[in-house]
């Protein structure tokens, strides 16, 4: 890997993405195979977090890819309040498990994995790689890639319709933006890997579901992205002038 690495920063960040992308889908379908769901994923995202956070560390790029710190205060970014907030509406609904109690936990372990590996892949390697040519097509890629990533819903047999899946492309592109800014100013990719994480495996213990009307599922969906791009707007208001995300402002 670390050849790779040396030799092209954004081939590298593309392989993982391929990488995490295809495993992770075939792992869902073998799991489903075997009737127990998540479970050959959970160990696949486990063995992926694992991987990827030694080799970081061993090639001393911690500081790099935001395991530090971070290097201004919580306040300038409102406490992550609005993150906070849309991790909770896992609960808006009230509280129920969506699968057994194994499955869940298997749900469980890989939603904690899959905020680790895709804040590192996405928020780390991908953005790092192309940042120092171009920080605004690095912000901008980053966030669109995470987002559209999230189009695997349509045919991975997710059940998810189309209109729910297009307003979660939507809400990822603007989750996408949120925190590569934060990361960006932060220096610290944890607060991001704490929101996904979150975000991610609370929705085993969600009563909102698929099984709930189209209606109230894109009324939920509207109300999280009107947050999002509020909280968008203050810290572009906050950290930059409209024509630049200089560090210092």
């Known amino acids: 890997m670390t050849k790779i690495y040396k030799k092209s920063e954004i081939t590298f960040a593309i392989l ?3 990488a995490y992308v295809v495993l ?3 792992a869902d379908q073998f799991s ?3 009737g127990i769901t998540k479970s050959i994923t959970a160990v696949l995202h486990i063995a992926m977090s ?3 956070f030694f080799w970081i560390q061993k090639n001393k790029l911690g500081e790099k890819y935001g395991f530090c710190r971070l290097s201004i205060p919580a306040k300038r970014f409102l406490f992550y309040i609005p993150l906070i907030i849309i991790a909770s509406t896992a609960f808006w609904g009230g509280i129920k498990l969506q699968y057994d109690i194994l499955e869940s936990l298997f749900y469980f372990i890989s939603m904690l994995c899959v905020g680790f590996l895709e804040e590192v892949i996405f928020r780390g390697l991908l953005f790092r790689a192309m940042e120092k ?4 097509s690095a912000i901008i890629v980053s966030a669109l890639t995470f987002g559209l990533g999230h189009i695997v819903n349509l045919f991975n047999g997710s059940g998810k319709d189309l209109i729910s899946s297009m307003i979660q492309i939507v809400f990822a592109v603007l989750v996408g933006f949120v925190l590569v800014i934060i990361f960006y100013h932060g220096k610290s ?8 994480s979150a975000n991610n495996a609370l929705k085993v213990f969600s009563a909102n579901g698929m099984s709930n009307p189209l209606t109230e599922r894109v009324i939920n969906l509207v109300l999280i992205i ?3 791009g509020g909280y968008l707007f203050y810290l572009v208001k906050e950290f930059g002038n409209g024509n630049s995300l200089d560090a210092n402002n």
């Open 16 to 18: 993982w993405i391929v």
């Open 24 to 26: 992770s889908s075939l």
């Open 32 to 34: 489903e195979n075997i």
């Open 50 to 52: 694992l991987i990827l």
């Open 133 to 136: 040519d171009n920080l605004k």
């Open 189 to 196: 990719i944890v607060p991001c890997i704490l929101f996904h």
């Open 226 to 228: 009107a947050v999002l």
